[in-house]
């Protein structure tokens, strides 16, 4: 299982480097009590019938699973696992249109670890595109979800770290914005693996961790199934800089008692990660029950003859450190051939520096140095799979050697190439690093802070001129409309006091009309001479029938028909009138019809009158034509009056 595979499982290669330091020159002396455990001990693990456990899980039919199914459109062949895989695109796409399930999370990360890990970064894109035309097919936005996912997924490639770690923290706010809860957690997931497992950048890693803490808190696995990972992952990420305290509880949560999916290592790696961690403590029993453990899990997950093989090496080296190095001999020749077969050369090589060890305490310096040169060998053959600390633990085994072979010289060496090593490691993974980073990650989130803060403020100073200058217009705008409203108010009580003007002396008195209507001319155009008495006879003739008989009711009123009523001629009525009035016989007979409608939308009832009724009622032949009159003679349409009436 190499490392890019699985960016955090170098982190297992130090279970091997505990007995190098404080063990240099002297021998440890095995109390009878440490032999007595380790003989318990190995006991136990023999039980388990270890070798028969690993054939077992080595077999490739254990772990057969629908990707692997000679069926679909497309196949790849692995040649790091020397098989065949194939993938059904269409029903891939069909599942995944679906949404994010629970049920279906084994088939779709097996499509990707099975299949999608073997493409080449052109092909993956391509597999993008074709998500994405499929998208059309189904109805919401899975499928293009998923497209946009695969689209970042890969994309860290051989390019720039800050610009991909750029483009991953844009498409997390992307899928956030639109909802996509499940996809911006899986991209949150890879940017902390690539950060934190290569170490690209620690600082963008703890403050992904944080997140990912915060997200998946009170999920559970059928909410979110890269649970175990996230904390499993992230706890070995404290574990690197020694942050016990942080890192213990979170690998205690990756861990389960049921059988997890296909690819799901979390549960096995976090156990192996406690058990180093109460080794180191001291507490040896709790560690081997750790290690046991996992020999003992139900998970048939893949590549799980590695996890087993690891298991019985860091047993080995327990049983090492309780004296009983022939035993711990044939544990490690079980695990070497595993790590071999799997190409992983860095826990290899640990093993190598285990078998050094034993031979070393049985006094077999020629074997022991032949294993301390096997784990260099594996080391310069096989550099991009090392872990880059192994050098801490073979080191001590060669000053040893050269030690007893009388050679201080070249003993000396080795003694200062260990200082520098254990230097290197504690420049890589020491606490005041991980303070520095914490610090870092804390100065980015205090100017975040204040930059949403001034965002804020911001935000706050807009809304707060935005509100005065609202009140403000408001104000104006109530004091314009009650200044309006009181206007109409004054003008609808002279217009009721119009209406009431019945008088005789009222209605031919043109000089003084008590309404708001400017004196009109004569219809000739030229102001017309006083009245005579005929004409002033006459005028109180027409105002008496006017008032008392209303005949300005009817709507076939005319000067002809008030003529013939009053048995004068037409030119003597106009003429009448108009001396009389100053207004010719239409406005004349208007105004009685006004001042009616006024008188009537003036009482408390006006709430049910209707407009062309009224017009009827009045005398006027249309809606339109006592609506303008109306507003000629009062200054306010008809609605208006009634409402402000």
Known sequence: MNVNKCPLKYVISLCLTVWAAGALFAQPVVSSSDSAYGRALYKRIMRLNPDSLLRAHADPAVYQRTITAESGSDSIYSREDKRWFYIDRNE?????????????????????????????????????????????????????????????????????????????????????????????????????????????????????????????????????????????????????????????????????????????????????????????????KRSDDYFISILQSPDTIYARAVYDAVALANLAHNLTRAGLYCEAIGLYELSLPIMISDNDYSFASGIAVGMAECYMGLDNWEWAKQWADTATAYIREHIHFINPHRARQIYPILAKYHQQKGDAATAGKYIDSLSMAHADYRDEFDAMLLMRTRQELLAEKNRSQHERLQQQQTAITRLVVFAVI???????????????????????????????????????????????????????????????????????????????????????????????????????????????????????LNEYRVKEAVRILSTGRNHTVNFDELAEQVGFNSRITFHRAFKQLTGLPPAEFKRNS
């Not at 779709?108 to 993956?124: P, Q, V």
């Not at 290569?198 to 909410?223: K, M, N, W």
């Open 92 to 284: 891939f796409h069909r599942v995944i249109a679906a949404g994010p399930s629970y049920d279906t999370y084994e088939y779709i990360y097996a499509t990707y670890k099975g299949y999608f890990y073997h493409l080449s970064r052109e092909k993956l894109l391509h597999e993008a595109d074709l998500a994405e035309q499929a998208a059309d097919k189904y109805p919401g936005d899975a499928l293009r979800n998923e497209a946009d996912y695969l689209r970042v997924w890969y994309n860290n490639l051989g390019r720039d770290s800050t610009v991909w770690i750029a483009e991953q923290q844009a498409a997390i706010k992307a899928f956030q914005r639109k909802g996509a809860t499940w996809w911006a957690l899986r991209v949150k997931g890879h940017l902390f693996q690539l950060t934190a497992g290569f170490g690209t950048s620690y600082p963008v890693a703890f403050a992904t961790a944080e997140e990912l803490i915060h997200d998946i808190d009170g999920l559970d696995c059928r909410q979110y199934p890269f649970n175990g990972n996230m904390y499993g992952d992230i706890g070995l990420l404290y574990y690197k800089f020694r942050d016990y305290e942080a890192a213990v509880p979170l690998l205690k949560k990756a861990t389960r008692e049921t059988p997890g999916f296909y690819f799901d290592d979390s549960n096995l790696k976090a156990r192996n990660s406690l058990a180093i961690y109460y080794r180191q403590s001291g507490d040896r």
């Open 470 to 588: 609202a009140v403000l217009v408001s104000m104006l705008i109530y004091y314009l409309y009650h200044k309006k409203k009181a206007a109409y108010r004054e003008l609808v009580e002279k217009n009721k006091r119009w209406a009431d003007s019945d008088r005789l002396e009222q209605i031919i008195d043109p000089v003084s009309p008590n309404h708001t209507i400017t004196e009109e001319k004569g219809e000739d155009g030229n102001r017309q001479q006083g009245p005579t008495e005929k004409d002033v006879e006459l005028a109180a003739r027409i105002h008496k029938i006017m008032v008392e008989g209303q005949i300005y009711r009817d709507n076939s009123l005319s000067l002809d028909t008030l003529s013939q009523k009053l048995e004068v001629t037409r030119e003597t009525v106009s003429r009448a009138i108009n001396r009389t009035t100053g207004k010719n016989f239409t406005r004349f």
